[in-house]
């Protein structure tokens, strides 16, 4: 996971979970914590623990909100020109995102 973009990492894994038609909640949120890495598995075990009856929209925006970083104005500026909201995105997630990138400049 080093260096690895956590909007990237999500969105490959919907992928992937669409892909293989997964809809129970429980066995996404396995399978997500099965694809993490040494301190980011420890962060999602805890945030599983902690948060008994999530689904896996919460745990993608805690996820982001603690993983995400930009690197430079460009960056921020790219994401910003692509940005849409998903299909099924709830407004608060896709404005927490755009205020994320807003907040970056």
Known sequence: MKDTN??????V?????KANGEIM???IINL?????????LEWG???VQD???????ELEQAFCK?????????EVYMQLKNLQQ?????VEVYYEHLLKLANCL
Do not use: A
Not at 13 to 17: A, C, M, T
Not at 32 to 40: H, R, Y
Not at 86 to 90: A, D, P, S
């Open 25 to 27: 909640e429980v066995d």
């Open 66 to 74: 603690c993983f995400w970083t930009m690197r430079d104005d460009k």
């Open 45 to 47: 075990e805890n945030f």
């Open 6 to 11: 956590p909007d990237v990492h999500i969105t």
């Open 86 to 90: 998903q299909v099924g995105e709830q």
């Open 13 to 17: 894994f919907k992928k992937i979970i």
């Open 51 to 57: 948060h008994h009856n999530c689904i896996f929209e």
């Open 32 to 40: 997500f914590g099965f694809i993490l890495q040494d301190n980011i």
